[in-house]
């Protein structure tokens, strides 16, 4: 049956749901007893608009398995969309608390109750479905429909310029991704003037991408940018995303090179706390430890150098002369 529904998951996929229901109904009764059998052919069904049959598949999934959300949930949407509101939302309450962290469910229940026109309850749920995402856009616009019933027309007015702002910023956030796509087919061709153009659009189009301005340091690097600079763009980095390792490091780097190298130690140790398997983060400690005459810290750091690359000849060479020195025990891995 496993193979019948990995055949049957992948011609849903492509859209083949006539093949796909066949496949999965065979796994079906091979396994009849395997309530993720039946929840797969109920999705299938309901994917061809036979909501009927999938009703069927969901129930029998939920009567093997009757703490099986996905069943559960997908059982409410099926109900919702054959208009049968008031067993939808009994199951979509069910689920909201199986699963009181999830704003889709949440969701799902506030277009249920709205569609009873029970305005006040949906309100309740589609609030709770935005805090719970805060950038949940579809769901602002359907409390703001739920606030207009209501008659709260300024609140529903904030919530539609709130929705609107939302979608600006995931465009924004698209293009942005595509700006750093471009950027890095362009370092990988040597052009690197281009690359730093294109992520500084990137940055210029969606300020929060953190990931945009670490690509833009590592760009102006190989532009030969002031390390102060590089070092800024790093800073704004770990402001968004306190736990990038690797800006960590980067940021350590450019410490060094401006002679600050207490304050990069610090940087490459945190990258070390962040991401245990940088190599390149140890052995940057390791080298600023030998540097400061801290020998215990450059053999513990050199040691974890070994232990990822254990034929690492500048770690190698590095412990016995410490060893030699009268150094503690290095840690193996």
């Known amino acids: 049956p496993k193979i019948y529904l990995a055949l049957g998951q992948v011609l849903a996929d492509t859209l083949d749901l006539s093949g796909a229901i066949d496949l999965l109904r065979k796994a079906v009764d091979l396994a009849p007893d395997n309530p993720a059998y039946c929840y797969n052919l109920g999705l299938a069904l309901r994917m061809k608009g036979d ?22 949930r997908a059982l409410g949407l099926v109900l919702r969309q054959k208009g049968d509101f008031v067993e939808a939302a009994e199951q979509l309450h069910i689920v909201a ?15 249920v109750l709205l569609s009873m026109n029970r305005p006040v309850a949906a309100i309740k749920e589609l609030r709770e479905a935005v805090r719970l995402d805060p950038y ?10 739920a606030l207009q019933k209501a008659g709260e027309r300024e609140a529903a007015q ?7 702002r939302i979608d600006a910023l995931r465009r924004a956030r698209g293009r942005a991704v595509v700006l750093v796509q471009a950027a890095a087919e362009h370092l990988q061709a040597g052009g690197a003037k281009k690359a730093v153009a294109e992520l500084r659009e990137a940055v210029a189009s969606s300020p929060d991408f953190a990931e945009a301005r670490f690509r833009l340091a590592l760009a102006l690097e190989r532009t030969s940018a002031p390390p102060d600079e590089i070092a800024e763009i790093l800073r ?8 990038h390792a690797r800006a960590h490091y980067e940021l350590g780097r450019m410490l060094e090179k401006q002679g600050r190298n207490p304050a990069a130690r610090q940087e490459f140790r945190r990258a070390t706390e962040l991401a245990p398997g940088l190599v ?8 600023a430890a030998l540097q400061a005459g801290d020998g215990a810290t450059a053999i513990a750091e050199f040691g974890y150098v070994l232990a990822w690359s254990p034929n690492d000849a500048e770690a190698e060479k590095a412990m016995a002369t410490l060893g030699a020195a009268g150094g503690p025990t290095p840690p193996r891995p």
Do not use: M, W, Y
């Open 51 to 72: 909501l009927d049959a999938a009703e069927a598949e969901f129930r029998k999934a939920l009567r093997l398995d009757p703490g099986r959300a996905a069943a559960r």
């Open 280 to 287: 390149d983060a140890h052995r940057a400690l390791a080298r």
């Open 236 to 243: 704004k980095v770990i402001e968004l995303e306190p736990r």
């Open 97 to 111: 608390g199986q699963q009181p962290e999830d704003a889709e469910v949440r969701h799902n229940l506030g277009t």
């Open 136 to 145: 949940f856009s579809e769901a602002r616009l359907t409390l703001a429909q």
């Open 158 to 164: 904030r919530e539609r310029e709130e929705a609107k």
